[in-house]
């Protein structure tokens, strides 16, 4: 089975700074994608971004980008010019693919607190 | 482009009611359907998915059912609900079993 690990439970950030989120994760899988979700307090999870394992370069998406280190089942998330409007949950989550590559197995989660 | 509805967004229910939790997607066809719930302070468990009409898998054994009547409808339900089925609900769709998933508004549900 697969886990993520996120090992800040809580952080804080100024508004405008940038801020790195961490994630590890344990598979004995080549094939997969990683993602991190984003949920404010409306609860309702959104894609921020998403990585193919096979792909080397590090997705970007505006402001969000990771560092994904594929030896190390590393996957952070970098927020640069962090906004009031990033304040959630982000969780980090792992999908194997293949005949069983169904589940998204989440981390448990880190607070986002962007403080002006 | 795609839409995921959930309702109710909120419900209170006493220990032994029945439950329904209903879940449309629109604006795709045949999509991959899921319910995960999520308990206070935790991460997303995935309970049940659905790759089509009437197919559906089980994630963990519980007090709850899946339904799946139409290609883009989505059932949660149980015949009497405990207490420790509180939480929030969340549906979510994909193209297939290898693409990202979406995910609706969630509902939260409290047994009393």
């Known amino acids: 089975a697969q886990t993520v690990t996120q090992s800040q439970p809580e952080m804080s950030v100024q508004e405008a700074e940038t801020v790195t989120l961490s994630c590890t994760y344990d598979t004995s899988e080549n094939n997969y994608y990683l993602f991190w979700y984003k949920q404010p307090p409306s609860r309702q999870m959104i894609l921020v971004i998403r990585q193919e394992a096979y792909k080397q370069q590090n997705a970007t998406e505006n402001r969000f980008s990771v560092n994904f280190q594929k030896a190390a089942k590393s996957f952070s998330l970098k927020i640069s010019d962090s906004q009031l409007g990033d304040t959630a949950m982000y969780f980090c989550a792992f999908m194997k693919l293949g005949n069983s590559g169904y589940a998204l197995n989440f981390g448990k989660g880190t607070s986002l607190l962007v403080t002006p | ?112």
Do not use: M
């Open chain 2, 1 to 112: 482009s795609q839409t995921i509805h959930q309702w109710p967004a909120t419900l209170v229910q006493p220990v032994g009611s029945p439950l329904s939790l209903e879940c449309t997607v629109e604006g795709t066809s045949n999509p991959n359907l899921y319910w995960y719930r999520q308990a206070a302070g935790r991460g997303l468990q995935l309970l049940f998915y659905s790759v089509g009409i009437g197919q559906i898998s089980s994630e963990v054994p519980q007090n709850l059912s899946a339904s799946r009547p139409q290609d883009r409808q989505f059932i949660l339900s149980s015949k009497k609900l405990l207490l420790s089925d509180s939480g929030f609900y969340l549906c979510a769709w994909s193209v297939n079993a290898e693409e990202t998933q979406y995910f609706g508004p969630g509902t939260r549900l409290l047994v009393l």
